[in-house]
């Protein structure tokens, strides 16, 4: 199994609306992340889970949540989100590759809107 | 993280003509890797290259790191529709983590 999957695909919520977006992979990577990708542009760092810890927050807003439940699981709670935040969000998980290489392999994807 | 320009934008082409797509960093990169994302799709790791000067190729498509390791190029020779797509080269961010360049979105009108 070399896939990372994602639900929803598609995710339409308005800004009272609490939801959470799945991942899961059975790949054994011990890293996985959250990117936000607005159409046209490059995906966009969120989140970094390193063996189930988050490593890394870029300066996400709060009503972004994360969470590990264990190795293969990530998810990613919405609360009060703003239309500015209407993007496809991958979820991404990596494995190294020889002494300095990594290999990331990301999900489809949930397409979120927010109204 | 490390920084990456990534040229042209976008790029039309005929089938059959010839593609790149160029990444540069003001400074050294200790790894660069490429992603494609097809249109409605996500991004799929192509490569990571790692040496000086190292040339790589996957069938039609070759990648190459520059000898002061602050460039890198993806070349596609003969493209097909199949290859149309956005080119991400992506530089170290930080442990494990890839900086995206902007993409080079490529048409290629058959």
């Known amino acids: 199994d070399t896939e990372v999957t994602q639900t929803p695909k598609h995710l339409v919520m308005g800004m009272t609306n609490k939801k959470s977006l799945k991942c899961e992979q059975h790949m054994g990577h011990r890293a996985m992340y959250w990117y936000k990708q607005k159409a046209k542009k490059p995906p966009e760092l969120m989140f970094v889970?390193?063996?189930?810890?988050?490593?890394i927050n870029e300066s996400v807003p709060s009503r972004f949540s994360p969470e590990c439940p264990n190795s293969s699981l990530l998810n990613l709670h919405l609360h009060a989100l703003q239309p500015e935040d209407s993007a496809l969000y991958l979820c991404?998980?990596?494995?190294?590759?020889?002494?300095?290489?990594?290999?990331?392999?990301f999900g489809p994807g949930t397409r979120l809107t927010v109204t | 993280g490390q920084q990456v320009m990534q040229i042209p934008q976008y790029q039309h082409v005929q089938e059959g003509e010839d593609f790149t797509t160029y990444c540069n960093s003001s400074?050294?990169?200790?790894?660069i890797q490429w992603y494609k994302q097809r249109p409605g799709g996500h991004p799929v790791f192509l490569i990571q290259l790692v040496k000086s000067g190292e040339v790589k190729k996957q069938k039609r498509l070759t990648f190459q790191f520059g000898e002061a390791k602050k460039n890198s190029s993806l070349h596609i020779t003969a493209t097909q529709t199949t290859d149309v797509g956005t080119y991400f080269c992506?530089?170290?961010?930080?442990?494990?983590?890839?900086?995206f360049g902007r993409g080079t979105s490529l048409i290629v009108h058959p």
């Open positions: 992506a530089g170290p961010g930080g442990s494990y983590i890839p900086t």
């Open positions: 889970y390193s063996y189930e810890k988050l490593s």
């Open positions: 991404a998980s990596s494995r190294t590759i020889g002494t300095s290489g990594y290999e990331q392999y």
């Open positions: 400074t050294t990169l200790s790894n």
